[in-house]
Nanobody, 129 residues
Framework: EVQLVESGGGLAQAGGSLRLSCAAS?????????IGWFRQAPGKEREGISC????????YYAGFVKGRFTISSDNAKNTVYLEMISLKPEDTAVYYC?????????????????????WGQGTQVTVSS
């Protein structure tokens, strides 16, 4: 059984930083796997933030990230991280990680949620002004 467990969320002040972790079990970070971070704010649709390819650590970011977020992975620990700096109140949302073990595309990874098979339960990030 695949499980994704997010952690590291919490309350931060505007301009602050948080580091989210996504620990995977029952999931192999092999050549065709990708892992993504998504978020959903109250009353809004879920949006993709960033993703990473487990084979070569290629990454992709949504435009709104603008250099504030960094995704990374530690395949030995089956963990993916999302480092967030310069947080803004509009970053307040539930943050989810997602994974799929067989992703075939010319793209390194994907921010479309339909491409992902496994999802974590989410971690709340609240940024105060």
């Amino acid at each position: 059984e695949v499980q994704l467990v997010e952690s590291g969320g919490g309350l931060a002040q505007a301009g602050g930083s948080l580091r989210l972790s996504c620990a995977a079990s029952g999931f192999t970070f092999d050549d065709y796997a990708i892992i993504g971070w998504f978020r959903q704010a109250p009353g809004k649709e879920r949006e993709g933030i960033s993703c990473i390819s487990s084979s070569d650590a290629s990454t992709y970011y949504a435009g709104f990230v603008k250099g504030r977020f960094t995704i990374s992975s530690d395949n030995a620990k089956n963990t993916v991280y999302l480092e967030m700096i310069s947080l803004k109140p509009e970053d307040t949302a539930v943050y989810y990680c997602a994974a799929v073990d067989e992703y075939y595309s010319d793209l390194p990874c994907d921010l479309r949620s339909d491409e992902y098979e496994y999802w974590g339960q989410g971690t709340q990030v609240t940024v105060s002004s």
